[in-house]
Structures are given as C-alpha cells and as structure tokens.
C-alpha cells in the first residue's frame, strides 16, 4: 500500500512534508530505518528479510515476498511514518507491542462506533479544524495528539491545543484505549447533524487521505469527494462494532 500525501499547510505554523503520509521507503542498511538487532527472536528472520529489497507494493507482501489479497494486513514503521503491507503470519509476529524494539507495529483490526461520543459544535471548533472530516492519533515520536483533515494537497496537519483535547478526553474515556501509531479517532460533523465518530485502523485513514487527494476539489472538496465521503463513512459504520 502506497500513501502519497503532503501538507499543504498547518495552523500553527508546522511545516514541510507531511511525515506520517510520505512515501513509503526501503527500509535497512545504517541511517534512521536500520533494524535494531535486539528484537524479539520469533521476528528475527522478517527482521532480516527487511534489510533486503521489497517486492512491489500492493501485490506481496512486503516483509517475506508472498501474495497477498486485496484486504490484507498492515504494519507500520513508527519511525519513519511509513505504512507496510503485510501477509497474515507476518502480521501477526508484529503482535502485541511491536519488534525490533517497538519500531514496527501491527496495525489493529478494531473498528468501533461512538453513537454516544460527546463533541459539542464548540469544541469541534476549539480543535481549529477548518472543515467536517478529520482523524485524530497519538504520535508516540512527538509525544503529541495530532489532527489530520483533508485538502487539494492531501492532508493537512494540526497540532491540537491541548486543553481542547484535554477536555474531550475527559468527557470521553473511550479515548484512553486508542492505541497510539496505529489507531485514530476518526470524525465527520455533517452540518445541523450528530457528529459521526469512530475508533478506525490507521490504515483505514490513509486509504481516505487517499481518496482525497484523487477527488478533492475547493475548499469544500466538491460533490465527487464529499460523496466518497458519506461513502466511506457507511462503509465504516458497518464494519464497526
């Protein structure tokens, strides 16, 4: 799976190429994605398959080589914010708490609804989202909750003010179970509507940047995106529990 996503800007004053949606790269060899060598011994031999040349993404696996389905797993590389496909046993070598030392980590399966989440129009606002979709992780290199929304760019990044985020983590204790990297909290507030909200795999988020960046049109994104959108989201709520 391949993500190509830049920033087009953020609201405090980030800036340059948006991390968490680059480009996903080779990974090995000396530099920032070089494989610890004390990670556990069930992962050694993918460990190792890492340092050597991928397959093509989208069609193998990107660990071992092997086929994989179109619905497959994912892994990702908490360092360098890239996004791995990944056949079943592979997947499940990177469960629970990552290998080689935390920097790989087993993208959840978790969809989950929030009927009763409380976002008041408010505090929407106070998160300084300029518009009616965004997700929402921890990342765990930051230390930080960050805020992604789509624009004609891609995504768009917002560090979240923290009392803000702060105050709906107190109204909502469901918040403390999102698992950081690699789980969001993902939201729409369709005007004069409940918000819809849901506890979504990271890698379901970046298939929607995806979309985004392919169908966005204006600062409103259009008719074709906003209908991917609702589309989308009927698709998650009925893979959500």
């Not at 080779?26 to 397959?55: K, M, Y």
């Not at 993404?57 to 990107?62: A, F, Q, S, T, Y």
């Not at 056949?87 to 935390?102: E, I, K, N, S, V």
């Not at 805020?147 to 768009?156: D, H, I, K, L, N």
């Amino acid at each position: 799976m391949t993500v190509d996503g830049e920033t087009s800007g953020t609201p405090r004053g980030r800036s340059g190429p948006l991390d968490v949606l680059q480009r996903i790269r080779p990974i090995g060899g000396a530099g920032d994605d070089a494989v610890p060598v004390t990670a556990h011994p069930g992962a050694l031999d993918v460990i190792e398959r890492l340092r050597r040349p991928r397959p093509r993404p989208g069609e193998c696996c990107e660990l071992c080589g092997v086929e994989v389905a179109d619905e497959h797993s994912h892994i990702v590389n908490v360092t360098s914010r890239s996004l791995l496909c990944a056949c079943r046993p592979c997947y499940l070598l990177f469960q629970p708490g990552g290998a080689g030392g935390g920097r790989y980590r087993a993208v959840p399966e978790r969809y989950l609804a929030l009927p009763a989440f409380a976002l008041s129009r408010g505090q929407w606002d106070s998160l300084q989202i300029p518009v009616s979709v965004a997700f929402f992780f921890t990342n765990s290199s930051m230390g930080e909750v960050v805020g992604f929304y789509p624009g004609p760019a891609g995504a768009t990044e917002s560090l979240l003010p923290l009392e803000a985020w702060t105050e709906l983590k107190a109204e909502n204790p469901v918040l403390e179970t999102l698992e950081p990297d690699v789980e969001a909290l993902l939201v729409r507030t369709p005007r004069d509507e409940a918000p819809e909200c849901f506890i979504v795999p990271i890698d379901a988020c970046y298939e929607l940047v995806g979309q985004m960046r392919r169908l966005w049109r204006g600062f409103d994104g259009g008719q074709e995106a906003n209908e991917a959108i609702s589309q989308f989201f009927a698709d998650v709520a009925a893979r959500a529990e």
